[in-house]
């Protein structure tokens, strides 16, 4: 079964401290992985994704097959990173469909405090 | 234009009436996508369009109705809703190439209230 979980529904921290916002996915097959925010009355957009090893506004995430995990990380959080973020995954390519799947994962609340 | 736009924003409809959702997109995208949001909660995908085809429908009741008149429109056409079909209703658009690792561009969504 394709499933993306995301243990914690809420992560409090205070503005400093280092984040590890936890992804782990159930595929069969090689996935795409990706994380999306949605900051508070903003649209859901991409945050980074696996193929683009990019670090986005200071966060890393590293794709661990053995453990099937992609967990978002970053070493000093600030206020402005306060938002909900959702881990997802694409499955096989469909180059016929012309489109992907995406399938979320619940979702964590990320609470930076001054 | 790097965005994909809904109309409206807010829209209240009583359990009789007939509405419509708007989604555009100028980014050249092929592949079109109605998800919905209840609050707190990851988005559901509800619809896919490929090529102004349909490709998905997931199980969607028939009250919701989408259709792609061309490439960069999408629209969600709603008749006789339930109160529990209130949310953020999202669209969002991708390449259309089909790869695992396109990123899919979401719109601000619609937030319905039926009455």
Redesign the interface.
């Known amino acids: 079964a394709q499933r993306v979980t995301q243990p914690e529904k809420l992560l409090s921290v205070f503005k400093g401290a280092p984040v590890e916002l936890k992804c782990n996915y159930s595929y069969s097959g090689s996935?795409?992985l990706?994380w999306?925010v949605q900051y508070s009355r903003?649209?859901?957009?991409?945050l980074l994704?696996h193929?683009s090893r990019e670090s986005i506004k200071g966060f890393t995430a590293d794709l661990n097959k053995g453990e099937t995990s992609f967990h978002l990380k970053k070493p000093f959080a600030q206020e402005e990173d306060s938002a909900?973020y959702?881990c997802a995954l694409?499955?096989?390519?469909?180059?016929?469909?012309?489109?992907?799947?995406?399938i979320?994962?619940?979702?964590t609340?990320l609470a930076v405090h001054p | 234009d790097t965005e994909v736009t809904q109309t409206p924003k807010h829209l209240v409809m009583g359990m009789t009436n007939k509405k419509s959702l708007k989604c555009e997109q100028h980014m050249g995208h092929r592949a079109m996508y109605w998800y919905k949001q209840k609050a707190k909660k990851p988005p559901e995908l509800m619809f896919v369009y490929s090529y102004e085809k349909l490709s998905i429908n997931e199980s969607v009741p028939s009250r919701f109705s989408p259709e792609c008149p061309n490439s960069s429109l999408l629209n969600l056409h709603l008749h006789a809703l339930q109160p529990e079909d209130s949310a953020l209703y999202l669209c969002a658009s991708s390449p259309g190439q089909g790869l695992n690792t396109d990123t899919q561009y979401f719109g601000p969504g619609t937030r319905l209230t039926v009455l």
């Open positions: 996935p795409e990706f999306y903003q649209r859901l957009q991409l994704r193929i909900m959702y694409s499955g096989k390519t469909v180059f016929s469909g012309g489109y992907n799947k995406l979320f994962g619940a979702g609340r």
